[in-house]
Each structure stands twice: as C-alpha cells, then as structure tokens.
Nanobody, 122 residues
Framework: QVQLVESGGGLVQAGASLRLSCAVS????????MAWFRQAPGKEREIVAT????????VYTDSVKGRFTISRDNAKNTVYLQISSLKPEDTAVYYC???????????????WGQGTQVSVST
C-alpha cells in the first residue's frame, strides 16, 4: 500500500517562503509521476506542478511559474515543493499525489496524501 504524507505547511506572511515535503512509503517514489495540487476555500482543486520519473522534467501552472519549484529525492523517497514570494492567493490545502497518468497535468493520480495547510497573511 502506497502512502503519501505531506508536511511543511503553516501560517506565514506574504513574501515568505516555505518548503513542503511529501514522504512516500510502500513503494519507491521513482516508480511514479509526482504532482502537487492545491485547493483554496470555495474553489476547485487545481494542479500546481508535476515532475516526471525519468529525467525529472517539470511542469507548472502559469500562476506559480517562477515562484514554485518541484523536486524529488528518490533516495529519500521524498518530493518537495519550494514556494517563494508567497501571496495571500496561495492560501490553500496542498496535496501530494502519485501515479502514472498518460498526461501528467490531466491525471488521474492513484495515490493522495492528506494535505497540508498553507495560509498566507497580508
């Protein structure tokens, strides 16, 4: 059974940085495309970033390009999301997901974490 556990969220001021972590257990993370999603209050869940298994190619949604960086450490079975220059509109629950979708931005993803809250104050 594959399990994903996110950590690193919190309450920060606008302009701050955070690094979210997603620890993968049950199977090696390098078997999966990994992704970060977020869901803000009253909004649909949106994909934020993806990283491929081989070569580590990354894709970002337009609203986070230049501020978010997804990376993976397969030796540690962990995926990260480095977030800089946080804005109030980044406030959301951030979810980690793993899978092998044909199109990473579309999914579907097979495994999900429980989420970690990121709150950004002005």
């Amino acid at each position: 059974q594959v399990q994903l556990v996110e950590s690193g969220g919190g309450l920060v001021q606008a302009g701050a940085s955070l690094r979210l972590s997603c620890a993968v257990s049950g199977r090696s993370s390098n078997a999966y495309v990994m992704a970060w999603f977020r869901q803000a209050p009253g909004k649909e869940r949106e994909i934020v970033a993806t990283i491929n298994t081989i070569g580590g190619a990354t894709v970002y949604t337009d609203s986070v390009k230049g501020r978010f960086t997804i990376s993976r450490d397969n030796a540690k079975n962990t995926v990260y999301l480095q977030i800089s220059s946080l804005k109030p509109e980044d406030t959301a629950v951030y979810y980690c997901a793993a899978g092998n979708p044909l199109f990473p931005r579309s999914g579907p993803y097979s495994y999900w974490g429980q989420g970690t809250q990121v709150s950004v104050s002005t």
